[in-house]
């Protein structure tokens, strides 16, 4: 019995996490587009400078939550 509780708390801890995860993909997903539509619009070579190493810091954030939501569900 004592396995089967412990089991559940497991199951319950991963899918706290998975949904945190999910959400986290969408906030991210959110803040890619908002960058992709702060450089369409911006005309100073800093900024879209600035712009490019934002979406590529927020694609490499999306890509380890994705990995991640991935091994919680077992996919490889």
């Known amino acids: 019995m004592a396995f089967s ?3 559940r ?3 319950s ?3 706290l ?3 945190e995860l999910v959400a986290s993909l969408a906030h ?3 803040l890619i587009n908002q ?4 450089f369409n619009t911006a005309s100073d070579g800093d900024l879209i400078e600035s712009y490019v ?3 590529n810091a927020l694609q490499a954030r999306y890509n380890y939550l994705l990995r ?3 091994q919680l569900e077992g996919v490889s």
């Open 13 to 15: 801890a991963q899918e």
């Open 28 to 30: 991210t997903r959110t």
């Open 35 to 38: 960058a992709y539509g702060g």
């Open 53 to 55: 190493f934002e979406i």
């Open 5 to 7: 509780l412990s089991r």
């Open 68 to 70: 991640r939501v991935k």
């Open 9 to 11: 708390r497991c199951d």
């Open 17 to 19: 996490e998975r949904q």
